[in-house]
């Protein structure tokens, strides 16, 4: 760990403070995401509930995304983005189902495992070598995913099977955002992503269409803003702050999704989901530390030869 203490000494103070803040909106953000949605769930389907956060996402980007139009007009590479929003829109479909029926701290920490369905689908799709680091933090996941889920003790529900299915959908997802990156910008990805599923949200709600209320537009609001705004900031973090460090911080969404599912909605504080989450967590953060150091090994060791080179010619 002292190559992580190093990273944050090296940080200056600003961009450490100024990520920490961007972390803590993203994780508010999607807590009031999850809440949102758990709430329009009382009187809508869960199709609308897609459906209208698409449609509060796109108001947002009507007001602030009009100068990215020109690259929309050229629909670079529609058919991966298709492909891209298709999926994305089954994991959310399955994750606030889960959302629905599990405890909020239940849902967060199996979502934890997307980094585990990432490194099998780069191995698959993209072909990338699965490195030591990145199978024992695989190896450690799965592990934490039995503590949480207890397979023996009593009926497994099968609301966490289908949020792992969401976090696989959003690890697929995540490696089709990679290729879209080399030819599309971020703030277009967005975009075509409301895009996409507006139409898919509404085809979906049609099959299940319950009366909507006034009532219900401030959980919109609460569940649409909340989930442009948490990866907005995640990626502002991002920016700001390395993954070893965003890792750690991001999982503290588990423990405040149990004190507001504690408070809000009278769940109970479950430690098998605490010490399943923090399982899934410690994995993927040896696995992120192994590969900076290797990345910086390898580093120096070009630097080391790049003289020895200059001196033989």
């Given at each position: 760990?002292?190559?992580?203490h190093a ?8 961009q450490?403070?100024?990520?920490l ?9 999607f ?9 329009m ?9 897609l459906f209208?956060?698409a ?14 139009l ?6 670079e590479?529609?058919?991966l ?29 199996l ?18 070598q ?15 995913v039995?503590?949480?889920?207890r397979?023996?003790i ?13 976090a696989?959908?959003?690890?697929l997802?995540l490696?089709?955002?990679k ?6 910008s971020?703030?277009?990805i967005?975009?075509w992503?409301?895009l ?7 085809i ?6 319950r009366p909507?209320s006034l009532t219900?537009?401030?959980?919109m609001?609460v569940?649409g803003v ?7 900031c995640q990626a502002?973090a991002l ?5 070893s460090?965003?890792?750690p911080?991001d ?5 405040m ?12 504080i479950?430690l098998?989901?605490?010490?399943g989450?923090?399982?899934?967590l410690?994995?993927n953060?040896?696995?992120v530390l ?13 630097e080391h030869?790049l ?6 010619s």
């Open positions: 760990m002292s190559d992580n990273s944050l000494r090296a940080l200056p103070g600003s450490f403070t100024q990520g803040i961007w972390m803590a909106l993203s994780m508010v953000s807590i009031a995401m999850s809440v949102g949605s758990r709430e769930a009382t009187t809508l389907s869960i199709q609308q509930i209208f956060r449609l509060v996402g796109l108001g947002v980007i009507l007001a602030v995304g009009r100068s990215l020109p690259e929309i007009r050229r629909m590479a529609l058919p983005h298709l492909a891209r929003n298709t999926v994305h829109f089954a994991a959310q479909y399955f994750w606030t189902i889960g959302v629905v029926v599990l405890p909020l701290a239940s849902v967060f920490a979502e934890f495992t997307m980094p585990i369905w990432v490194t099998l689908f780069a191995w698959l799709l993209l072909r990338e699965v490195s030591r680091s990145r199978l024992l933090a695989t190896v450690g996941g799965f592990i934490g039995l503590v949480i889920v397979p023996g009593g009926m497994i529900d099968p609301a966490a099977g289908l949020v792992l299915i969401a696989a959908g959003y690890g997802s490696i089709m955002v290729r879209l990156t080399g030819r599309c971020p703030g277009a967005v975009i992503m409301i996409i599923q507006l139409p898919l949200g509404l979906a709600a049609l099959t299940d269409w909507v219900d537009v401030p959980w609001l569940a909340g989930a442009l705004a948490a990866h907005f502002q920016k700001r702050l390395e993954a460090v965003v890792i911080i999982f503290l969404r588990v423990p999704a149990s004190v507001v599912g504690f408070y809000v909605y009278g769940e109970a479950d098998w989901v605490f010490l989450g923090a399982i899934i410690l994995s953060l040896q696995a192994a590969e900076r150091r290797d990345a910086t090994t390898g580093a120096l060791a070009a030869a003289p020895i080179k200059k001196r033989q």
